[in-house]
Every structure is written in C-alpha cells, then in structure tokens.
C-alpha cells in the first residue's frame, strides 16, 4: 500500500512554498491569470497534457495510468476575494484589497502536489484522473451569465475523456488539523441570489405625509421575510434567509424614491427550497404593496445543494482509513450553509466533496473562511494532498 502521507511530507517545502507564493498574489474570478500560468508551468513539467484558458482562466491535466479504469476528475479551486487581508503574514497578500481568505491559495497548491503524487505512481493507477483548477468558485459571474463551474460544464470538462466520478475537497477552519469530514448525502446548501426594488414617492424628510415611503416598506420587508423560515420551514427542515445590503437615498432629510436590497437564501431540500422561493415572493410583494409600494424582484439560482453520492463517499473513508488509520472522520450530514459550486458537477457526475480541518488556535489560526485575518496551519497540506491521491486511487480501483 503506498504511503502517500509519507510522501506528501516529503514534498511539504514545494506544497508550503507554492501556497505562500499564491496566497501573496491572489486573483479574483476569472482573473487568474497568474495562478493560472503557475498552475500550467508546474503540471507540463511533469509531462502531462495539459489545456489552459478553459473556462478563462482554468486549467485541465490529464494523468494517465497504466490500466483500464474510469476517469476520475479531481477539482481544486484557484480564485481570492475582495477582502483586505489583516493578518500580518510574512507572505501577506501584495494586491490591495484582494486576499485569499477562504483556503484556495491551500487547495491550489494541493493539487499541484496532489499531480506529483499521481503521476509517481502511474503504473498503480487505473484509468485516468483529471486534474481541474477551476477559476471563479466565489460567485463571481462571468460570460453567458455563468460562474466558474459551470462556465467548465458548458465547456465541456466532464467529455473527452468522459468523467465517471468526481471528487473535491475544502481546508476547513472551523475545525482544527486532524478533523476529516467526509459525509454522504447533502453537505453543503443551495443558494439563490435576490435583489429587491422597491419603489414608493419621494419627498422631503419632513413632510412625510406627502410621500411614500420605500425605506419604512424595506423595513418590514426585511422583518416580514424573516417569518418565513420560522412559520413556513419545519422545524427540523434547513433554511436561511439573509439581507446582506440595503440601499436608500443620499441625504439625510430626504426620502428616496427607491430602495434596493440584495441577499440570499440558503436550502438543503427541493422542497424546501420550492416552499421558501414561493412564499418570499408573496411575502415582499404583500409587504410592500400593504403600504402604498411597488416592488421589482429578481431571483436567481447560484448553486444547487452539494450532495454527496454514498458510494463514493464510502470509498473516500476507506481512502482515509489507509491514510489515517487513528483518525476518526466526522460523517455527520448538513455540514454547512455555505454553498459551493461543486455541487454543479456532482449533479452531472457521482462524487465526493470532503473537508479536512486547517485551525490552530494555540497559533490564533482559527478565523472563519472570508475573515481579514484568515490563514491555516499549513500542516493541513499534505495531510489534504494524501487523503485526495489516496481517494482518486481507491474510486479508480473500486468504482
């Protein structure tokens, strides 16, 4: 049985040292030019056939092993955020107002070390992985409307070759080193972006008789949606509903004529979500029109819930226990609220999307993902690049 561990440790200084070099020049969605050049450089001198500008700014690598088997696609995440980093690192972020706050410098860098683990043990490898650096995980939209995801979809990332089974995997700072979280069915929630208009009559602040008022109709609005989740979900049913920004007029003694709310909505269930998607309508509109308001509403679906398929899954335990065997992986379910668009390719392909913790809080390295102050502790690295060469080869053997 290969020891990749082992080996991942081996190749520790090249993993730690291409993260750091990310993480100090991070890129936002479809912007990953850089990255993307890195990305490139490092899997042709490995020899691989490698594609690049999928997508914008992705990158394909094909390993090819010696024996029949699936393809298993393995993906990893390039892309940063615009947050002002915070933390003080030596390796800080050098493009203002652009960090990598969330782990995708890690998962990068991982999948580099990840090709180098595959590719020494071809002739144990059956069928074909490939290696996809996707751009634009983080929301960002790009041409014909679409994120980065499935922007590879429509380009055609799960043919030539065909994809069987598709695996992915996230740092996790809300559990320390050592946690695996590795769980069948749904892990991660849908999301839907809204942005809500209303529009009333405009006026002046004291006179406000005279007008009708948008920002009073937005206040109940934002309360009156909020019922929603507490009378309309079950209770033992998962929904969230949030208001993330507000806007209304430029003075202080005037009342605008209009104001716009953005937000999103987090399900697990179809149902649910179907639920929660009707009566949010109902909901703004009667708010709004109860008080003399018209309102525009536009939804849009970001991402559908992740679901992990529980065949698959079970081979990425069986994977961890040969890696791990002192670990105990947590399986339970509805890991997070937070979505991923992984979840656009594990629809079209049976997969697995695992977690394996990054905190330290003895070393303060334990901020949430999209804080200022987000790092991990690197020794998560190669503990990720093992679990995942190891899955990739367990799915290619057993699948």
């Known amino acids: 049985m290969t020891d990749f561990y082992t080996e991942a ?12 070099d990310f993480h100090a020049h991070p890129e936002l969605g479809f912007q990953e030019v850089r ?44 892309d940063a ?8 690192a030596e390796y800080a972020s050098q493009n203002p107002g652009v960090m990598h706050a969330c782990g995708h410098d890690g998962h990068t860098a991982i999948g580099l070390t990840v090709a180098r683990l595959l590719n020494r043990h071809r002739d144990d490898l059956r069928g074909t992985v490939k290696l996809v650096f996707q751009p634009a995980e983080e929301g960002v939209v790009g041409p014909k409307g679409m994120g980065g995801a499935e922007l590879m979809l429509d380009e055609g990332v799960l043919e030539t070759p065909h994809v069987d089974y598709t695996l992915a995997l996230h740092v996790w700072n809300e559990k320390p080193v050592g946690w695996l979280g590795i769980a069948s069915g749904p892990v991660m929630a849908g999301a839907e972006f809204f942005k809500i208009t209303v529009t009333g009559k405009g006026g002046h602040g004291a006179v406000p008789h005279a007008s009708i008022d948008p920002v009073v109709a937005s206040a109940h609005i934002i309360t009156a949606i909020q019922s929603i989740v507490a009378r309309n979900v079950a209770p033992l049913k998962a929904a969230v509903i949030s208001v993330g920004s507000i806007h209304a007029g430029e003075a202080f003694n005037v009342i605008p004529q209009t104001v716009e709310m953005q937000g999103t ?28 308001c018209t309102v ?9 819930a992740l679901i992990n398929d529980e065949a698959i899954t079970r081979r ?12 105990e992986a947590d ?3 509805y890991l997070t609220m937070g979505s991923e668009d992984m979840a656009f390719m594990l629809e079209k392909a049976p997969g697995c999307y695992f977690f394996v913790g990054s ?36 799915v290619a053997k057993k699948a």
């Open 9 to 20: 440790l081996e190749l520790f200084e090249y993993t730690r040292s291409l993260r750091r």
């Open 35 to 78: 990255t993307a050049g890195i990305v490139a450089r490092e899997l042709q001198e490995l020899g691989l056939e490698v594609s690049t500008g999928v997508a914008e700014t992705g990158v394909v690598a094909l390993v090819e092993g010696t024996r029949p088997g699936p393809t298993v696609l393995a993906r990893f995440d390039m």
């Open 81 to 88: 955020l615009p947050i002002t980093e915070q933390t003080g």
């Open 265 to 292: 909505i987090r399900t697990f269930d179809l149902d649910v979500r179907k639920t929660v998607l009707q009566r949010f309508e109902q909901v703004v509109r009667s708010a709004a029109e109860s008080l003399g």
């Open 296 to 304: 525009e509403l536009e939804l849009q679906r970001v991402t559908p």
């Open 316 to 327: 990425v335990l069986a994977a961890a226990q040969q890696v791990f065997p002192a670990a």
């Open 331 to 333: 399986t339970a379910p």
């Open 359 to 394: 905190a330290n809080a003895e070393k303060g390295l334990n901020y949430g993902h999209h804080h200022p102050k987000f790092d991990i502790d690197e020794a998560a690295l190669p503990k990720a690049a093992a679990l995942m060469a190891a899955a990739v080869m367990e």
